[in-house]
């Protein structure tokens, strides 16, 4: 999901030319773990209130 979110894009002087491509997936780990350790990004909660009002009659 990091990857699809785009954070794994550098341009300019902080592209890291094929050394970041090899060890980018590492970071992307890492970040994932450490939002996971802070108690994620609070998506479940959004996306159950979405199907639960999307599922409620008008």
Known sequence: MLAAAGL????GAWQGG?????????LRDAQATEIVKA???GLAA??????LAADAPP
């Open 8 to 11: 794994h894009e550098t341009s």
């Open 18 to 26: 094929a050394g970041e491509m090899q060890f980018a997936s590492f």
């Open 39 to 41: 108690g994620g990004l």
């Open 46 to 51: 959004q996306i159950q209130a979405a199907l």
